[in-house]
Each structure stands twice: as C-alpha cells, then as structure tokens.
C-alpha cells in the first residue's frame, strides 16, 4: 500500500472509531504527545480528547469525511477537509459539519494521528 493510502486508511479508522465511541482503536490511532485544538484556542491532551468522544451526547448516526486532502512527505501527512457527524439527540437528528487540519505522523511504521485541529464551521453557500 503506498502511503498516501496508508494515511488516508487511518482517517478513515479514526473516524470509524469515533463513530463507534470505540476508546481503546481510538487511542491506538493516537501518536504520543497528541494534542487537539479548538478554533477558541483552546487545546487538550489525548486523555481529555479521548474523554470527551466517549462523551458525545446522544446516539451517533455516522461520522463521515468529505473533501479529504492529503500532503504526505515522508514520515508527516497533512490531511484537511469536513468531518460530517450526525446524532440522534432528543428523537431527532442533528448534523454537523466541521472543517479540520490533522498532522499525522508515521511512527513504529504505523500512521497516527499527531495533531488534530477543528476549525470553525464553513459557511453555507447560497443556492
């Protein structure tokens, strides 16, 4: 499999794994020193951020990415695009979009995620 491959096989298990609130594959895809940051500045560790997508609220329908870009140079990719989420929340479903920038890195010859980095929703465009 070339890398380019590699990388985008392990967005895609990442967000497998989100949608499945599935901790331990999650954590695996996790390079040491992961770090995730809001478009508030905010940022937190691999502990809190794997916290956190136990603690979605609601039922999660999927978790799909579209528009995925990769730059892969050696042993670093850069991937962006919309990571898509729908929930099931109080019987009905709601539906997120969000813009990301994710620095992946290959370590022990597997591809993990480094950096991850949301970024505010895109704005709709008119019709």
């Known amino acids: 499999m070339i890398e380019h491959e590699a990388v985008a096989e392990c967005a895609r ?12 594959a999650l954590a695996g895809l996790l390079a040491s020193g992961f770090v995730h940051r809001t478009p508030d500045g905010d940022s937190v560790d691999a502990e809190a951020y794997l916290q956190a ?3 979605i609220p609601g039922e999660i ?21 919309i990571q898509h989420d729908q ?11 969000r813009a990301f920038v ?9 591809w993990q995620i480094r950096v991850a980095v949301d970024l505010p929703a895109p704005a709709s465009s008119p019709v």
């Open 13 to 24: 298990r990442i967000t497998t794994a989100i949608a499945r609130r599935d901790r331990p």
């Open 87 to 97: 929930v099931r929340l109080d019987g009905r479903v709601v539906e997120d979009r």
């Open 102 to 110: 994710d620095w992946l890195v290959k370590e022990a010859g597997a």
């Open 61 to 81: 329908l999927s978790v799909t990415l579209e528009h995925l870009a990769l730059d892969v140079i050696g042993h670093a990719a850069l991937a962006t695009g």
């Open 53 to 55: 997508v136990e603690r």
